[in-house]
């Protein structure tokens, strides 16, 4: 029997989602993937569902993002790219229902798919954020696009370029608006639900209308940003073989950088 990688609760027309494979860092592979992708479409049928909260098993790790033994082969086109990880969010997937991402300990690279497309995100005080592409000759392009529409502009420069070098800290997220609430650690699923109840306690339709009005403020230049991406990580990335190469090196340099 496959064992599940995504585990769903849904309690007073809140949806609890949690990734679970807490012993990859909830990474996703393409299992979990098909799943969220298939989650967000039910819940767009699913009455009983007016809001949802996303998060990841085990305490240490929100998402590290894909999980890096995926196989997805790619084509030979430069102008071509199949990416698993742009299904996974509720907006890649047409739905407009709240979500409210509680992210508990790291989140980093593919994890900004996610937390691209929740409405806002809650974070315990022990989170850190960051972005490990550049380091492993790999373009961050989807998750610096997403991230720019919720950072200032050299914040997310800054975590893009900086690689596996910058770590930023729940305090600082919270100073520059990326997480709209700090609690403590652990805290994060549970003040995540109780402002998810409120959502789904407000007339839905009136809700997704407010979801969707705020999307369309900013979706002419994320749909523009998102079109160059493809070919960005095709041209700029290195071969994969070359990737695992310096990823497998991470092992020689295990000290974190600072958390700013």
């Not at 700090?182 to 549970?190: H, I, Q, R, Y």
Request: with cysteine; aromatic share 6%.
């Amino acid at each position: 029997m496959t064992t599940p990688t995504v585990r769903t609760e849904t309690d007073g027309g809140v949806a609890l989602v949690t990734l679970d494979r807490p012993a990859r860092h909830n990474a996703v592979d393409l299992a979990t993937a098909d799943r969220l992708a298939a989650l967000w479409r039910e819940f767009r049928h699913d009455d009983t569902v007016r809001a949802a909260v996303v998060t990841g098993a085990g305490g240490r790790a929100f998402c590290t993002g894909i999980d890096r033994a995926a196989d997805v082969p790619q084509p030979t086109s430069p102008f071509s790219l199949d990416d698993p990880m742009i299904r996974i969010g509720p907006k890649a997937n047409d739905l407009w229902k709240p979500v409210v991402a509680a992210v508990d300990g790291m989140a980093c690279g593919g994890a900004f798919y996610l937390l691209g497309e929740a409405e806002f995100i809650v974070a315990s005080e022990n989170s850190t954020f960051f972005d490990p592409h550049t380091t492993y000759g790999m373009v961050s392009a989807y998750e610096a696009i997403y991230m720019a529409q919720r950072m200032p502009f050299g914040e997310i420069a800054r975590l893009s370029l900086m690689g596996t070098a910058e770590r930023l800290g729940a305090r600082r997220a919270y100073e520059i608006g990326l997480v709209s609430e700090l609690t403590p650690p652990g805290g994060a699923v549970a003040a995540a639900l109780r402002r998810a109840a409120v959502l789904a306690a407000q007339p839905t339709d009136a809700v997704q209308g407010t979801v969707r009005a705020l999307w369309a403020a900013k979706e002419a230049a994320r749909a523009q940003a998102l079109a160059h991406a493809p070919q960005l990580i095709a041209l700029g990335s290195l071969p994969p073989d070359r990737q695992a190469e310096l990823f497998a090196g991470r092992a020689r340099n295990p000290q974190p950088p600072p958390v700013r």
